[in-house]
């Protein structure tokens, strides 16, 4: 995984940000992904485990993201739509090895919000990417 090509906006004052980041400033063609979830392409579901799903849906965004000419280094904001934030924090530890795994140590700027309900009754996450492509 090659550094990240976007500056990173941090305050020197501020506490370092854990797997996040507070801000990117980044120039070049932009790549807007619809909310991305845990199931295949062929739209169906491999797992109910919150981990797995977040998982798959990384791996959806790297897939369609490749199709613009970009990779995860690219990635400047995530947003995280889950239905349990218990779940999401019981799961930390999966989901941030999943992260690694398929992202890399690359942080965007990301938010995570928790919701009543998916679209897709199955799904535990839905995540909106927004990339920037030097």
Do not use: C
Request: charged share 20%.
């Amino acid at each position: 995984m090659t550094q990240s090509p976007h500056e990173i906006l941090h305050p020197s004052n501020w506490k370092p940000a854990q797997g996040y980041a507070n801000g990117i400033a980044a120039t070049g063609r932009q790549v807007y992904l619809g909310g991305m979830i845990g199931w295949n392409g062929q739209q169906e579901f491999e797992t109910d485990d919150f981990a797995g799903q977040v998982a798959q849906t990384l791996r959806n965004i790297v897939e369609v993201l490749a199709v613009a000419g970009g990779r995860p280094e690219h990635l400047v904001r995530l947003t995280w739509y889950v239905t349990d934030k218990h779940e999401y924090l019981g799961a930390l530890r999966e989901v941030g090895r999943a992260y690694r795994e398929i992202i890399g140590k690359h942080y965007p700027a990301m938010a995570l919000v928790q919701v009543v309900a998916l679209v897709e009754d199955r799904a535990r996450v839905e995540i909106e990417a927004t990339a920037v492509i030097p």
